[in-house]
């Protein structure tokens, strides 16, 4: 029967084999008493190599580097390095002292696990990772690119969730009901709707139900047949509703629908089957239904203007557009796409001035994007300078700012108060931000005055007021 001596040398060996971890065992001077077999794999160097050598020695070789045994010797405690091999391995090494009776060090013993696998899976993780944040990249530019032709701008996060929530339904044949202020691009979402939707091939039909005369509503909107009503085309007339067969009819301002036209609109959409006027014979009729309102039209069906039964059939997927005045991201791209259109259009090549693009990106835009378009296009015919300056924004974007002798309520009356004087102060802190900056780049007032597109006397003016020192003339 082997000793205990023995037992324990059998015992240790085993684990030495056994391991996945490298381990080594040195005396209290650093010479190695023990390793494990696998010091070939991680190593780079044979286990006769290594046995009998002192972690000096082999550290010198670069075998291992740096040594963890060193750090062990000479701090007399528990320690863990990162060690970079022969062999091109990665190991996360751990030494720990054995003290004797006397507290001297008599061995210490190492563990490095092979973290070369863990790291190379870590690198191609990171350019997965990399290589994601590319495609998602472009795939947002692609969108991007694909919104702006359409005429949308999503700069903004406002604009971004209407158009991520329109990709995410295009596909399906739910109603949509777009919701928000006039002018604010409803009917160009819904545009963009149908044509990322599976009917993109068919007819867009889009009626605005606050421009057609309540005595023609039925006629327009489910046609006629021959000789139905004195005046009426002898061959009837196909109905807007049939027009949008294959396709989708858009029902822009659906608030204005009146009673008696929404109660035979629930029934088309309850059947998909359409009767003309003066006529018996229905006509089966596919298309998807979009609309839009600027009103509340929960309201309206509380007040009995609105039938509550085609509230809650078009209120399946409502999507609320912002005003402009929330998407001030969206601004200077539209201005930018605006101007683009108007100078090839008219043949001009008319640009705003820094401090006047400053107040339109800063206006309220009370009629939303197509108060701008109208806008632009105005600015561009009237005005004769290529720069254009705030001197020749609209009188309603010179009163917003007081350029016109409009003074801005001090807060003390009526209307504006509180909201009146922080708009106030605001617009003083950009225009001493645009006077600072036109100090530090010009020599003189003049210079100051073309660069900001007002008048000399209206700098040395704003310059006392604001008491930005200018010896300037």
Known sequence: MKNKIELLELELNALLTSSKDNIVITDGEGKVLKISPNCLDIYGVDYQDIIGKTVYELEKENIFAPSITVKVLEEKKERQIMQYTKANRTVLATGMPVFDDDGSIVRVISFSYDLTEIEELKENYDLLQRRMGQFESRFEELRFQEAYEAGIVLKSKAASRVWKLIERISRS????VFLGE???????????????SDRADGSFVEVDCSSIPESLFESEMFGFESGSFTGANKKGKQGLIELSDGGTLFLDEIGELPLIVQAKLLKVLQEKMVTRVGGLKPRKIDF?????TNQNLEEMVKRGKFRQD??????????????LRERKEDIPLLIKQSLQINNEKYGTQKQFKPLAMEQLIAYNWPGNVR???NMIERIILTSDEELIGPDRLPLAVQQFFGAAGEELNDGHGQPGGEEAADFKRALENVEKRWLRRAYRQFKTTYEMAEYLGISQSTVVRK????????KMN
């Open 173 to 176: 044949e739910a109603t949509v």
């Open 182 to 196: 006039s002018g604010a691009g409803k009917n160009v979402f819904a545009r963009a709707l149908h044509n990322r």
């Open 288 to 292: 998807r239904l979009i609309a839009a």
């Open 310 to 323: 085609l509230f809650y059939r078009l209120n399946v997927i409502p999507i609320e557009v912002p005003p």
């Open 371 to 373: 108060e701008l378009e």
């Open 463 to 470: 310059l006392n007021k604001y008491k930005i020192n200018s």
